[in-house]
């Protein structure tokens, strides 16, 4: 097979079924570095594992105990019975096959922020999830996306998975960027410019200058909401943002010798991209997705009414990391919440906490009338600790926006970065300062 240039994501995926070079659209059978679920994916990838070894005379084995990842963190602390079950049931399967990365109880925390708290994600890696929010890791130079249970089954089972080689988009940021954006402005405004479904079943690769100059967890924040355009996964090419980041989460497990080799994984300069999207970050504000879709992003100044609000979220597998918590805390620090908001914060795992405990940032929340919660996704999907009622309207630093997400589907919410979140929490309604 002739040899073309290929994109950062080809090369992973190339690397992970043995062949030198894939073609855009093509399939493979690909070996997985990481298989990944929560509490609310992970039953019913137990009942399919089981039925595929049903009628074989073989007794069930997990391909590799060590490359299995299972979070519970949806639904806990156990918000009902059913949850609890569910979770009794997924613990019991974990604790059988000793699956070494299991997290539940007080070492839990949001899985696309604890994966890479661990030091689990690596340049290269192919992640699979039953979640799809698995695009996060591409943040870190990986290949991650999401997939159903019933595919995650299988990958347990053999640790391969079929893939479709996706086309790529490059999005290249320029500009300067304005006071109070951050990541996760400039992924709803990307959002917004191609639509839900504008890269369908395609790599989204993010570059440009201000990419290389967000901290990492704005890079996070991006590649976190690369499925809210529909693409199949987001990814940054590694460098030394990245390098810095690992060596800190994985000290001496970081093996990689230089950022020589790292910069291998990059795209090469003559690959032909299927669309090359420009965006100036200096023309884009800090925004507001109005519901009930992230593509209904707006710049928050540009809003021409006040939208009061009843409720704010900060936090999720989007922006509940310390950064996104320090920055709350600027903005909050000496004031008081709105009383007619409830303004409930997230740290996406139990290190973030602590480090927010130490540093003083959980007293400001509480000295300013806010409600600390432990690390869930509860409230983000809809799910407990925030559920909202009929007409009643959120910010929140979460990821969708859909009818129905948050609570009644006749309660709206508005996705904003941390600052956002803040400022609306003490004034009652959105802005930005």
């Known amino acids: 097979m002739k040899q073309y240039p290929q994109t950062i994501t080809q090369k992973i ?36 594992f089981y039925q595929i ?42 604790k059988k096959f000793k699956i070494k990365h299991f997290y539940y109880g007080g ?65 290249v940021y320029y500009g300067k960027l304005n006071k109070n954006v951050f990541g996760k402005d400039l992924i709803l405004a990307t959002i917004a410019k191609i639509g ?51 060596q800190q989460v994985m000290g001496s497990k970081f093996r990689i010798k230089s950022l020589k080799k790292l910069a291998e994984l990059k795209s090469d300069k003559d690959v032909k991209y299927s669309e090359i999207i420009e965006i100036d970050c200096s023309k884009i504000y800090p925004q507001v997705a109005l519901p009930h879709l992230p593509s209904n992003s707006v710049n928050v100044k540009d809003l021409n009414k006040k939208i009061y609000i009843d409720q704010v979220v900060i936090g999720s597998c989007t922006n509940g990391w310390y950064e996104d918590l320090y920055l709350a805390a600027k903005v909050l620090k000496g004031k ?24 003083g940032l959980i007293e400001i929340f509480l000295q300013s009338g806010c409600i600390v919660n432990p690390p869930t996704c509860g409230p983000c999907l809809g799910g407990h600790l925030g559920i909202l009622a009929e007409g009643e309207k959120a910010v929140a630093t979460t990821n969708r926006n859909f009818i129905g997400r948050m609570g009644h589907t006749k309660s ?16 009652g309604y959105i802005c930005s300062e």
């Open 13 to 48: 995926i190339a690397k992970h079924c043995g062949k030198k070079y894939v073609e855009e659209d093509e399939f493979v059978l690909a070996k997985v570095d990481l298989a990944l679920s929560n509490d609310v994916t992970t039953p019913l990838a137990i009942k399919q």
């Open 53 to 94: 070894f049903d009628g074989t005379n073989k007794q069930p084995k997990i391909f590799d105990k060590n490359k299995v990842v299972i979070v519970l963190d949806h639904f806990v602390p156990n918000k009902d019975i059913p949850s609890a079950q569910q979770n009794k049931f997924t613990t019991e399967f974990a």
């Open 107 to 171: 070492c839990t925390g949001i899985e696309h922020a604890l994966l890479p708290e661990e030091g689990l994600i690596k340049p290269g890696d192919l992640v699979i999830g039953a979640d799809s929010h698995t695009c996060t890791y591409g943040a870190l130079g990986a290949f991650s996306t999401g997939v159903g249970s019933t595919d995650l089954a299988v990958v347990w089972a053999t640790g391969k998975i079929w893939l479709k080689v996706p086309k790529t988009i490059k999005i």
């Open 196 to 246: 839900v479904d504008g890269a369908n079943y395609k790599t989204i690769e993010l570059t440009g200058e201000v990419i290389k100059k967000l901290s990492i967890y704005s890079r996070l924040t991006m590649t976190n909401m690369a499925i809210e355009c529909g693409a199949k996964n987001g990814i940054i090419e590694p460098d030394e943002v990245t390098l810095k980041y690992l």
């Open 336 to 359: 008081k919440v709105n009383p007619n908001v409830r303004c409930l914060i997230f740290p996406a795992t139990p290190k973030i906490y602590q480090k927010a405990l130490k540093t």
């Open 412 to 427: 709206e919410v508005y996705l904003a970065n941390p600052v956002v979140a803040a400022y609306s929490a003490i004034r």
